[in-house]
């Protein structure tokens, strides 16, 4: 891909070519433009932000610091799987099952909002080198980085204990205080003067859930038939059989129906 | 069967995968037409109400009975084809009727009048036939058989034609001494040579024999324009020669004449000879027996067509002395005169009672005769016919034996088949009519072991030590026919408790062509024995004999010969016992191998190495090169082993291991369950890990965690998988609601576990926050604790009046599978592997076969496990195989034989689903099956999600693909391997065909060094010389964790396809591939508007277009590839030029 082909702007988006290191012979093309959301967070300010999108699995934060450093300086860089914000980040790290090694999304928060419309104005003649040669920041990829991620599996007992530790100790507090605060609260009623039930009131509640519902449903609808009589009644017994005339039709038209399709998958030539 | 699986289908036709193969298509149910409520509830008429009550009671759904309604019209004559075929039989008869007469002037002298290009179908050295031979034209044409009882089968087409040689012919006492035998082949000629000139009638013309007997040869005609073959027989007219000389024990040759002697005369009776007379003198006679028993009985043509259909599928009709349509005929008929079987009863009925009357009867001890006169003193009695046939079964006349040739073995076979028929009938949950006819239960299929006798011209000395030298002139020299029985003893008896059934098989010699003379009798077809496995007794390696120095004794050590050895046994008794080798289980897995050569040669003089046996082909794919002989110091070659010695040990390593964890001392809260979830627990991982490990110069993590770390990049450590384990404590009130913290609780147990079993047991152990990695008996195990409500947790979701409901999602499913479904699962598969001992080894071939075809990260390694647990649970038509190759073959056609898109495949661990439970789990998959995975798997504790095939095969861009390609490769797998298995097995014969990948679909391969190929001795053509790697000693008193669980190819293939997952699909041999393929997944290659979050890997389009338009950016995707495996990758190779699909 020779760079004058490149168009300097896709969809309202500005284009960068880059690529891994001087002697790849392609390379991928990031686009940018101005970060805009209706609800904007407190990390990504809409004014001084720009969205990148398409960033290699192997472009980490500081590549791109290098990259848009050109035009302003870089207060951070956020690199995430989804566009928007990160929901359960906890979760994430205790079972992860979100996919982080493919191709990312990228803002890059600068320290003055001027850079923001200098990085729309940029024009890239040559593909950026991400890796650049001799330079101690090279990307580690392929087997070294497994290598190095297999050793960042391990760590040392003692440290995970203290962490185990610490968050327990803390966790406990605030369950403590949470209870406190609900023994304060108990029985006390809001400002439109209702009190709130709770399993440990003195009239104590059942947890509503959807199979408990569910069970009571079922014994209800038992009762129920339990009190209907079945062929009592004349009408009810010529019911019954006609019904199970209906039925034994329907399994055999069901059945040749069937028959038709496998004839039709020539299901009959026994060899 | 399908069309394709008949054809030669060469390894390059997979190219054409992605297409559909045909019949899959328009298998989704059309619309259906449901019946409107006025016709379904209208008044029923009587006969319909008779029609609907009969197929609930007769048959187990209506199902059954229009399947075989349209089973009997897919095989039965056309009538259409009838009326074009009777044209051309009349002038084949008009022709026969007005042959000109023919004379051999001396029959001394026959060579110089025998017509050019005309051979006799029979060879004889000597021959009593003098002077003048008449050869007038027949006196009598008659079609005969199933064309006129119309119960012949469609395809293959053959019209039996009676031609009755004139009585000019013949001279007073020509039943002597062959003579007319010699005739009839005279005769045969002498049609032929009339025939041939018949070219608008006739294609082609060829010898035969009725039923592989050579004393008896026929023309076989194959008509122009039709697909049919006619049979034309030379018989005697019904007073041709005095039944009562043809009774068994009459003697009709002389052996003064046979033997060309002068010893004196001794009349042996000649019952075979007989037979083959008298079989020709019957024709007519059972023809009309037969038309009065179908007559007004239209269930005889249903009944007599599907039990052929039954015998054809076995092969039971195709081997000499088997059971073919006229014997069963026979046997209907004779039901209905016995009263068994009555004229109102439809085809199915009779069918069934046909069976029932099988297995109840034994024609072995108490024959059974048709015979209906009284005229006791003329007639041959019961006794003996038993005297000279092993099987009888008497025809109406009272002298005919009409299984005369079948030996013992063979009845066994029919019998047992009969047996297994009866029990498919019976159990709803079998799709019986499937069992019974659809499926071809072949030689090959149905037995554990076979072995082929090639040379079979070694069994002619074995008749002089048998002794049979009358019954081989009985037989006209056809030794093979004569020692089979006696071979079929020895056999039964040296094989013992060992076996369930022998089935031995000389199947027809084909035809031959006229003009070259009849094959010899060492060219009779090949003869063949099936072994059916008693699995737990078969791979005993002693066969203990009777204390020493009694009679039984010397019986013993005389029926085995050398092998025979006085031992001294546990309890103190000293028995004669014989022991074969088998240090390893695949090796004890052919112990009846060496039984079997070992008898045949002492007994009949067989050599070992003429005898192809059928076995442990497979075997090669399991071993891998050892990393470290278990034997130390051991100069001798260790026995290859399969990786199941391993199995076991690793077995006794989880024992223990669960037994430590279990005593551990205080710790807050007891376990209460370990419970194994890897697959080497269950018996089934294809390459166990070996105890121990090559020691390594690696540097390790820090002081405080004692742990290997891969940097060298010249090198990867060996593999050494973690084998998982899941422990479950205790019930407590104490643990948090909140998962954050029992995550950090979980991760103190950890450390706590860790720390007690290093101090407690001595075990090399290293917590992390997620598991425990200990090392016992040099297997490295992970232990994780889990904790239910946290799966409760992760599925909760309050609603906003406040009402929690519990809906899965992915991280509550993963976590759900891993610790509850997988530690169940395991125990059950367990379970079958400790029933089925070849259920272990069939896992891991099948495996393998997966793997090979760079599938496996395609399919989930439960999947085929289950698939594979459903062979042994419900083997139907056959019987659990015993033998890991029977297993594999059945597995490869179960792949491409069942019904995926509308059968759900039902696992029904101990017998805990009910038929009800079948229908309701149908009825459910019907209903919502283009919701389900492509392949539906049920067992009692999964019924409606298929747990196990959720997610794999089904790829979501191109639907279909890789199951598709799955399909596709079993097919041509199994016709290769049935292909392998039935044909003579020699060294030549590369079983590792249908373990390597054909790899033409795939448009880019990416090659890698094998330095770093963790498992490269695993690969189906591993070199184990060239392996630096496997000749290092292992360590087993390690102090350190050895690097486990790491692959690079892993590694790199997570890497690849979260970053192009939706541009393309990788493929990769798990088992030491060296190659990476990669398919583009075509509908993603069309230029498509530029969106920004689906831009990844994407360029702008050179194409003008108003909307800006992207295309996959290749080249820069290849450099990816490159840039990505750094170190692993060495080359990659573009195999598709047009990107632009």
């Known amino acids: ?271 | 069967m399908d069309d394709e699986v008949g054809e030669g289908v060469e390894e390059s036709s997979v190219a054409n995968f992605g297409k559909r193969p045909p019949g899959i298509k328009n298998r989704l149910p059309s619309k259906k037409q449901k019946l409107n409520k006025a016709e379904l509830y209208k008044p029923p008429t009587m006969t319909e109400l008779a029609s609907l009550k009969e197929t609930e009671m007769l048959y187990n759904s209506s199902l059954f009975k229009l399947q075989m309604d349209e089973l009997r019209m897919e095989v039965e004559l056309k009538e259409k084809k009838k009326k074009g075929l009777l044209p051309i039989l009349q002038s084949l008869e008009e022709i026969l009727r007005k042959l000109p007469p023919m004379t051999i002037p001396d029959a001394s002298e026959l060579e110089g009048s025998l017509p050019k290009n005309v051979c006799l179908p029979m060879r004889w050295k000597k021959t009593q036939l003098k002077g003048e031979i008449k050869l007038r034209k027949p006196l009598e044409v008659k079609i005969i058989g199933s064309y006129l009882l119309g119960t012949c089968l469609n395809d293959p087409l053959t019209i039996d034609m009676a031609v009755q040689i004139p009585t000019e012919c013949f001279q007073p006492k020509d039943y002597l001494n062959f003579r007319y035998h010699h005739k009839r082949a005279l005769y045969c000629m002498y049609l032929v040579k009339h025939l041939k000139k018949k070219k608008d009638l006739v294609k082609s013309v060829s010898y035969g024999s009725l039923q592989g007997d050579h004393m008896t040869p026929v023309i076989l005609l194959k008509l122009v324009g039709k697909n049919a073959t006619v049979r034309l027989i030379p018989c005697l007219p019904e007073t041709g020669f005095k039944e009562a000389r043809f009774a068994p024990s009459k003697n009709n040759i002389r052996q003064q004449w046979y033997n060309q002697n002068s010893e004196e005369e001794t009349f042996p009776p000649t019952p075979h000879y007989n037979f083959s007379i008298l079989r020709d003198m019957s024709l007519e006679r059972h023809l009309h027996h037969l038309y009065n028993a179908s007559y007004d009985f239209p269930a005889f043509k249903d009944a007599v067509l599907l039990l052929k259909v039954w015998l054809h599928q076995r092969e039971l009709d195709q081997i000499c002395g088997g059971c073919n349509g006229f014997l069963i005929s026979m046997v209907v008929a004779h039901l209905l005169d016995n009263g068994q079987v009555n004229k109102v009863m439809s085809g199915q009925q009779v069918v069934k009672n046909v069976l029932h009357f099988i297995v109840t009867t034994d024609w072995a001890s108490k024959g059974v005769t048709m015979c209906k006169s009284s005229n006791s003193q003329t007639l041959p009695g019961l006794e003996e016919f038993h005297q000279h046939f092993p099987v009888v079964f008497v025809d109406p006349s009272g002298y005919l034996n009409l299984c005369a040739d079948m030996t013992g073995t063979t009845y066994e076979h029919l019998k047992h088949e009969a047996k297994l028929g009866l029990d498919f009938l019976d159990d709803k949950r079998i799709d019986g009519f499937h069992c019974l006819f659809m499926t071809p239960v072949l030689f090959t299929r149905k037995f554990d072991h076979l072995f082929t006798i090639t040379k079979l011209k070694q069994l002619r000395p074995s008749v002089k030590k048998f002794d049979l030298e009358t019954q081989l002139m009985d037989r006209g020299g056809n030794y093979p026919r004569v020692v089979l029985p006696r071979v079929e003893e020895i056999l039964r008896q040296a094989l013992g408790d060992r076996i369930k059934l022998l089935a031995s098989g000389l199947f027809h010699s084909a035809e031959w062509p006229v003009n070259s003379p009849s094959p010899k009798i060492e060219e009779q077809g090949p003869l063949t024995f099936g072994l059916l496995l008693n699995g737990g007794l078969a791979s005993s390696v002693l066969d203990k004999g009777p204390a020493a120095n009694t009679t039984e004794a010397k019986a013993f050590s005389e029926f085995w010969g050398k092998k025979s050895e006085l031992r001294r046994f546990q309890d103190g008794s000293i028995c004669e016992a014989v022991v074969w080798p088998g240090t390893s289980v695949a090796e004890k897995r052919l112990v009846c191998s060496h039984i079997v050569r070992h008898i045949l040669h002492l007994h009949a003089g067989i050599k070992p190495e003429s005898i192809a046996y059928t076995g442990g082909q497979l075997d090669p794919i399991l071993q891998q090169p050892l990393l470290h002989p278990s034997s130390p110091g051991g100069d001798e070659e260790p026995a290859p082993r399969t990786g199941e010695e391993e199995l076991l040990q690793i077995s006794v390593a989880y024992t223990k291991l669960s037994r430590h964890l279990r005593e551990l001392k205080d710790l807050p809260l007891m376990i209460s369950s370990v419970q194994g979830t890897s697959p080497a627990i269950r018996h089934t991982e294809v390459y166990p890990p070996c105890a121990g490990w090559p020691s390594d110069r690696l540097r390790t993590a820090g002081p405080s965690v004692p742990v290997k770390i891969p940097s060298n990049d010249k090198q990867c450590p060996t593999w050494i998988p973690a084998l998982r384990v899941v422990c479950h404590l205790e019930s407590s009130g104490k643990w948090p609601d909140d998962l954050e913290a029992i995550h950090h609780i979980k991760t103190a147990f950890h450390l706590k576990m860790a720390d007690m079993l290093h101090k407690q047991c001595k075990l090399v152990t290293v917590a992390t926050a997620s598991h425990i990695l200990a090392i016992v008996d040099g297997f490295v195990f992970q232990v994780s604790v889990a904790h239910r409500r946290e799966i409760v947790l992760l599925k909760e979701v309050i609603t906003k009046e406040g009402l929690s409901m519990l809906r899965d999602n992915e991280r509550s499913k993963v976590l759900e599978r891993e610790t509850g479904h997988l530690p169940h699962l395991t125990s059950l598969l367990h379970g079958v592997h400790q029933h089925h001992g070849a259920f272990g080894p069939t896992v891991r071939l099948a495996k393998r076969w997966v793997a090979s075809h760079l599938l496996a990260d395609h399919m989930t390694s439960e999947c085929i496990e289950l698939l594979v647990a459903y062979l042994f649970l419900h083997p139907e038509p056959f019987t659990s195989p015993v033998s890991p190759q029977t297993g594999i073959l059945h597995f490869l056609n179960l792949l491409c034989q069942h019904d995926w898109e509308s059968t759900p495949l039902f696992i029904n661990f101990n017998n805990d689903l009910t038929a009800s439970d079948y229908d309701e789990i149908r009825q459910q998959f019907t209903n919502n099956r283009s919701h389900l995975p492509v392949m539906f798997l049920a067992t009692p504790t999964d019924r409606q999600t298929s747990l196990w095939t959720q997610d794999k095969p089904t790829p979501m861009v191109i639907k279909d693909y890789i199951f598709q390609r799955l399909i596709e490769l079993a097919r041509e797998s199994f016709t290769v391997l049935q292909q392998q298995l039935s044909g003579p097995i020699s060294a030549e014969v590369d079983f590792k065909q249908i373990f390597r990948p054909p790899l033409d679909p795939y448009d880019v391969v990416i090659h890698l060094r094998a330095k770093l190929l963790p498992r490269r001795h695993q690969a189906v053509d591993a070199d184990p010389t060239t392996e630096s790697l496997l000749t290092l000693k292992p360590t087993l008193d390690a102090k350190h964790l050895p690097v486990v669980d790491f692959d690079p190819v892993q590694c790199y293939l997570v890497e690849l396809r979260e970053a192009f997952e939706d541009l393309a699909l990788f493929f990769h041999d798990t088992y030491g591939g060296d190659i990476i393929t990669v398919v583009w997944k075509r509908p993603a290659f069309k230029p498509q508007p530029f969106k920004p979050l689906q831009a990844q890997a994407r360029i702008p389009s050179t194409s003008s277009s108003k909307v800006p338009l992207v295309i996959p950016n290749i080249e820069g995707i290849i450099q990816d590839f490159q840039t990505m495996g750094r170190g692993l990758v060495t080359s990659i190779e573009v195999r598709t030029e047009n990107w632009n699909i």
């Open chain 1, 1 to 271: 891909m020779s760079a004058h082909t490149v168009p300097h702007e896709v969809g309202g988006f500005r284009v960068v070519p880059v690529k891994f290191s001087e002697k790849s012979s392609a390379g991928h093309m990031l686009y940018y433009k101005e970060h805009s959301v209706k609800e904007s967070e407190d990390t990504k300010p809409t004014d001084r932000t720009l969205f990148v999108v398409n960033v290699p699995p192997y472009c980490n934060e500081e590549c791109l610091q290098r990259l848009f450093g050109g035009c302003g300086g870089v207060e951070s860089v956020i690199l995430q799987a989804k566009a928007g914000k990160e929901l359960d980040a906890m979760l994430e790290e205790i079972y992860p099952i979100r996919k982080t090694r493919g191709f990312k999304i990228a803002y890059i928060v600068f320290k003055d909002d001027s850079s923001v419309v200098r990085a729309m104005k940029q024009k890239y003649k040559e593909p950026f080198i991400l890796s650049p040669e001799g330079d101690s920041g090279g990307l580690v990829t392929g087997y070294r980085k497994w290598c190095s991620e297999y050793e960042a599996r391990w760590e040392d007992p003692k440290q995970l204990q203290k962490k185990a530790d610490d968050f327990m100790i803390e966790f406990d507090k605030r369950k403590h205080e949470e209870k406190e605060q609900a023994k304060v609260e108990e029985g006390v009623p809001d400002d439109d003067g209702w009190v709130t039930v709770t399993r440990k009131s003195t009239k104590p509640v059942v947890a509503r859930s959807e199979r408990k519902q569910k069970r009571l449903q079922a014994k209800e609808k038992k009762k129920r038939e339990e009190k209907e009589l079945m062929n009592f009644y004349t009408f009810q017994s010529r019911e019954s059989k006609r019904e199970h005339i209906a039925e034994l039709r329907m399994k055999f038209e069901e059945d040749k129906q069937r028959i038709t399709q496998m004839r039709a998958a020539r299901k009959f030539k026994p060899y």
